[in-house]
């Protein structure tokens, strides 16, 4: 099984809505981050959150880490038809690199 | 977008074929990296160059050649692939080889016939 593991695989909700995805992973971690995919394109980083932070902000963005359960959520507010994209957590268990979960795909219904 | 251009944006190409994928970063990061992405799977690391040195290498069959000429360009040299070769591969850069955020460019769509 992987390091960071995305739920749900897949959300479909209304547009202006919000969509909470849940990342969680095994080892310990200096840090977390989220990142989106639009089909067929590259990744974009959205959020990094260190080990010692809980809740992080930016834009209709908000993270949260919880390091006793290993897990992370990623919350946007307000969704918008452009937020329809794959979301993925990416951890770095160790031996400098990042492990990315399979993804959380999200479609905005106008 | 992110300063990471890869080219081509797609491919084909047949089993006996030979093809290179570039990538190039204007962002002055020192590590670089391949990744391979197929349908229903995490993505996978390829490769890792950190200043110019091949750093990580996670066990890709040898059919993948990557080189790294300097810091800002990096590319991967195929050969004789097979059909479950096609993937979209994306490159990616960051400041140093670790952790940091990566910046990756728009990816390859490799179709292998």
């Known amino acids: 099984s992987q390091q960071g593991e995305e739920d749900p695989q897949a959300l479909s909700i209304q547009e202006g809505e919000n969509a909470t995805m849940n990342c969680s992973y095994k080892?310990?971690?200096?840090?977390l981050q989220w990142y989106r995919q639009n089909s067929g394109r590259g990744l974009v980083h959205l959020i990094l959150?260190?080990?010692?932070?809980r809740e992080k902000h930016s834009g209709r963005l908000r993270v949260t880490l919880d390091t006793s359960k290993k897990s992370s959520s990623l919350l946007i507010t307000a969704s918008r038809a452009a937020d329809t994209a794959s979301y993925f957590c990416a951890t770095d268990p160790g031996a400098q690199k990042l492990v990315f979960g399979q993804g959380t795909r999200l479609t905005i219904n106008p | 977008e992110t300063g990471v251009t890869q080219t081509p944006r797609h491919l084909v190409m047949g089993m006996t074929n030979k093809k290179s994928l570039k990538c190039e970063q204007h962002l002055g990061h020192n590590a670089m990296y391949w990744y391979k992405q197929s349908a229903k799977k995490p993505l996978e690391l390829m490769f890792v160059y950190s200043l110019e040195e091949r750093v990580e290498n996670n066990s890709v069959p040898s059919r993948f050649s990557p080189e790294c000429p300097n810091s800002s360009h990096l590319f991967l040299h195929l050969h004789t692939l097979q059909p479950e070769d096609s993937a979209l591969y994306l490159c990616a850069s960051s400041q140093e080889w670790g952790a940091d955020t990566q910046y990756f460019g728009p990816g390859t769509r490799l179709t292998v016939l």
């Open positions: 959150i260190r080990s010692n932070e």
């Open positions: 080892t310990s971690i200096n840090n």
